[in-house]
């Protein structure tokens, strides 16, 4: 099996969260056929799921299949793979498939489960349906792009939808009130605060950020607007909660409003902040392998977004960890594009970690 072509499969495949159909059933059909599994399947949302069936302790490989939206052109050449979820996170998907394939051929014993979810870009439902159906394994390994490190730690974070309506006046007017706009502004500029907060300090991952992702407003070019709804991407670190921002954004807001601008703030979706155990298991075989296959260190990455692992490592109780190929910062981005050679590499490391825990 050529596993660079498989790569290339899944990159071409444009699945933005919500389209997700046809790359999930492609690679059940991989699972089934090429990978040789013993059950290939999807769930009820859209998860694909496949199993090799073995002894404890059990291991989860979890991709996720969806990306951000804006196809991009895929490319190949003899260095690497170009294109939308190229780096996050189709070339750890695919670095899992092909890792649990190695691993079946070296006779591994135990359990695997090599899942692709499905919204992991927009509500999680992929991760949240998974632990409702009650996969329990005794370790968990998340695909999102590190440079073949190993992250134990992510922000949580929470998208905001803040709307705001008043009456609107004649433009000629400005000095006759507050347009839901500017109330909007105001607000957004209290919130922006929180950025701010975080000049100087030696590590964002223990810092709280913002980003005015969506604003929409006015109805007319001659009167203000009357209607505004804006939404706001935030992060925190462990050391806070969500609860603690909205109190403060709710508080602010009431001065905002004055009691003129009706205002209603809803948290569309929500992950937690979650920081792994640096001592399990799962941790010590992965940097083992690291060092065998790399010739360095492994690095113990805390990163500033927010990913599956954050949901299921405080939901199931599990040793998790993240771990993948290709440049975090080129996530999102319209350069997403993964080396062959860390690809590659992500393979072995994941094979070798996986025959080191389960000696």
Request: charged share 25%; with cysteine; proline share 4%.
């Amino acid at each position: 099996m050529d596993y660079v072509s498989l790569l290339h499969e899944l990159v071409s495949i444009y699945s933005p969260s919500g389209q997700e159909q046809q790359i999930t059933e492609r690679i059940r059909e991989m699972l089934s056929s090429e990978l040789k599994v013993d059950q290939a399947y999807l769930d009820e949302v859209g998860n694909v799921i496949g199993v090799y069936e073995g002894k404890e302790p059990s291991i989860l490989l979890c991709g996720h299949v969806d990306t951000v939206p804006g196809e991009l052109p895929v490319k190949r050449d003899s260095e690497g793979v170009s294109g939308r979820g190229a780096v996050d996170a189709k070339s750890s998907m695919a670095a899992f498939l092909c890792a649990a394939y190695e691993l079946s051929k070296a006779s591994f014993r135990n359990r695997l489960f090599v899942v692709g979810v499905v919204g992991e870009e927009d509500t999680g439902n992929g991760i949240k349906h998974l632990i409702q159906s009650g996969l329990t394994p005794s370790y968990a390994v998340f695909g999102e792009p590190c440079s073949n490190n190993i992250v134990i730690g992510y922000r949580g974070g929470m998208r905001v939808k803040f709307s705001f309506l008043t009456e609107s006046f004649h433009a000629s007017s400005p000095w006759m009130g507050k347009s839901a706009v500017d109330a909007a502004l105001e607000l957004w500029a209290f919130i922006k605060k929180y950025n701010e907060s975080a000049i100087g300090k030696e590590r964002k991952f223990d810092t709280i950020s913002s980003c005015l992702t969506k604003i929409i407003g006015g109805e007319s070019h001659n009167m203000s607007p009357s209607k505004c709804v804006m939404t706001v991407d935030i992060r925190f670190p462990p050391s806070t909660t969500s609860q603690a921002i909205i109190d403060q954004i709710e508080g602010e807001a009431s001065k905002v409003c004055e009691g003129k601008i009706g205002f209603k703030m809803e948290v569309e979706d929500l992950t937690p902040a979650y920081t792994a155990p640096v001592n399990s298991d799962l941790v010590i075989a992965f940097k083992k392998a690291i060092k065998e296959v790399k010739g360095a260190s492994a690095k113990l990455i805390r990163k500033t977004g927010s990913g599956d692992m954050n949901v299921f490592g405080r939901e199931v109780k599990v040793p998790v960890i993240t771990f993948g190929p290709g440049d975090p910062k080129l996530s999102h981005s319209p350069n997403e594009r993964v080396s062959t050679a860390e690809y590659m590499e992500s393979i072995d490391i994941i094979k070798k970690a996986l025959l080191e825990l389960c000696k």
